[in-house]
């Protein structure tokens, strides 16, 4: 038999607190805020919370933790929902991991590669362009298709940051990369 703890409730906060603390502190990697962060973490011990009992934990304005809930959303890391009988908006917190993990980076991944690949289709006609045009001097031609070979070179890591999020949603990842319980 193990030795009685002087406060088990004490020790369950203080628990959870190191978790809450690790948690907040890492959250930056997703972008969020450290007031973002604190909230999500002290939300995923919790079934679900309002946003005045959000505020009353920890501390927070209220404009100011409407914003972290709305950021915290945007990135599914947070979800509204529906309490039978109460008028006030409740929220959970994502407590899958790997959920969290995979819609974040997927969003962003998706994002950069969409945005990247757009910039680089556009500039690429304009080196046509400069290449096509009788008024180009062979060095401003010759500088025109070695950028020009350079965006096509890139866009092959865009096309495989494309392929990396369709096999995370798929989760054919899973098929290479297991959620093994390894300690």
């Not at 020790?11 to 969020?32: P, Q, W």
């Amino acid at each position: 038999m193990s030795e009685s703890i002087e406060s088990p409730s004490l020790k369950i906060e203080e628990a959870k607190n190191k978790v809450i603390g690790a948690i907040a502190e890492t959250m930056d990697l997703y972008g969020v805020t450290p007031a973002a962060a604190n909230l999500y973490a002290t939300m995923y011990f919790e079934d679900q919370m309002t946003l005045d009992e959000m505020r009353i934990e920890l501390g927070m304005s209220k404009p100011s933790m409407s914003t972290s809930v709305r950021r915290l959303q945007e990135t599914e890391m947070v979800k509204k929902t529906f309490t039978r009988g109460s008028r006030k908006h409740t929220y959970a917190a994502e407590k899958n991991f790997f959920r969290s993990f995979m819609t974040f980076y997927c969003q962003m991944w998706e994002r950069e590669a969409k945005k990247n690949l757009d910039a680089i289709g556009e500039a690429q006609e304009d080196f046509i362009e400069v290449i096509k045009d009788s008024n180009s001097t062979p060095e401003v031609v010759a500088k025109a298709k070695e950028y020009y070979d350079q965006l096509e070179e890139s866009k092959t890591y865009y096309h495989w940051l494309d392929d990396l999020v369709a096999s995370i949603r798929s989760g054919e990842i899973f098929e290479f990369l297991p959620k093994d319980q390894k300690e």
